[in-house]
């Protein structure tokens, strides 16, 4: 098929994508474009529409902390040629972050009601960094939930535990994982150069498929507790 022929395909297959994009986002997720999206929706097509010959293309989806990364390899020598040698078309889908008050009234499902409206929420900014949303007067701290994961899930515990909490996510940030003695916070709550309240303290999580912020209700709605004792053994507790 000519170059010219080929592009005008091309454009004829972008209405198709645009559909395709339309649902990611009504999912609330945000679609961007690395590279030409007319080239994208013709490799897609032709992954649907595998009796077309002379085309073809090799989806491959892996995750990433802003989301997915879709990846269309083309496999025609035809298509190379009409497209520049162009091989690769990438989508990165990435998580819309909700509105401060979406996040803020979820975040408090976490926290008992007596205390929703003087807890502190942390969140997340249009960039999906960690922000304060909301100062607040009580003992609490919520995290609201990270629109990445699939799964609804929001935490409050008491602000004694922030700074155990905040130098979580700074390491998770940077990237560095481990739990127990492998957590880097264990040396340093041994060392003393992270400070830990000396009393249990408790943090609640809340979980579900979905949140509803019109009602303020979790589908599915699950709930942990989980209890930081600081020097804890299994001596000391009995467990």
């Known amino acids: 098929?000519?170059?010219?022929?080929?592009?005008?395909?091309?454009?004829?297959?972008?209405?198709?994508?645009?559909?395709?994009?339309?649902?990611?986002?009504?999912?609330?997720?945000?679609?961007?474009?690395?590279?030409?999206?007319?080239?994208?929706s013709f490799l897609i097509l032709h992954v649907r529409h595998p009796r077309r010959r002379g085309t073809g293309c090799r989806l491959r989806l892996r995750k990433t902390?802003?989301?997915?990364?879709?990846?269309?390899?083309a496999m025609t020598s035809?298509?190379?040629?009409?497209?520049?040698?162009?091989?690769?078309?990438?989508?990165?889908?990435?998580?819309?972050?909700?509105?401060a008050e979406v996040q803020i009234a979820g975040a408090v499902q976490a926290a008992p009601p007596d205390q929703q409206a003087t807890a502190t929420v942390i969140g997340l900014d249009a960039q999906s960094k960690p922000v304060t949303l909301r100062k607040g007067t009580g003992v609490l701290v919520c995290l609201a939930?990270?629109?990445?994961?699939?799964?609804?899930?929001?935490?409050?515990?008491?602000?004694d535990l922030e700074p155990f909490m905040a130098r979580g996510r700074e390491l998770a940030a940077l990237g560095t994982k481990g739990?127990?003695?492998?957590d880097l916070r264990w040396?340093?709550?041994?060392?003393?150069?992270?400070?830990?309240?000396?009393?249990?303290?408790?943090?609640?999580?809340?979980?579900?498929?979905?949140?509803?912020?019109?009602?303020?209700?979790?589908?599915?709605?699950?709930?942990?507790?989980?209890?930081?004792?600081?020097?804890a053994t299994p001596e000391s507790t009995g467990l």
């Open 145 to 159: 939930d990270d629109p990445r994961v699939d799964k609804f899930n929001v935490a409050c515990y008491h602000k």
């Open 65 to 73: 902390d802003g989301g997915a990364v879709i990846s269309c390899h």
């Open 1 to 40: 098929m000519a170059v010219d022929a080929r592009i005008e395909q091309l454009r004829a297959f972008r209405e198709a994508l645009a559909t395709d994009l339309t649902a990611w986002q009504a999912s609330q997720r945000t679609v961007t474009c690395d590279g030409l999206c007319g080239i994208a």
């Open 187 to 231: 040396n340093e709550i041994k060392n003393g150069t992270l400070v830990m309240p000396k009393e249990p303290r408790l943090t609640t999580i809340v979980q579900g498929t979905a949140f509803d912020a019109a009602t303020g209700t979790v589908a599915d709605s699950y709930t942990r507790w989980v209890i930081y004792t600081p020097g």
């Open 78 to 99: 035809s298509l190379l040629i009409a497209l520049g040698a162009l091989a690769v078309t990438t989508f990165v889908v990435q998580a819309q972050v909700p509105a």
């Open 179 to 182: 739990r127990g003695p492998e």
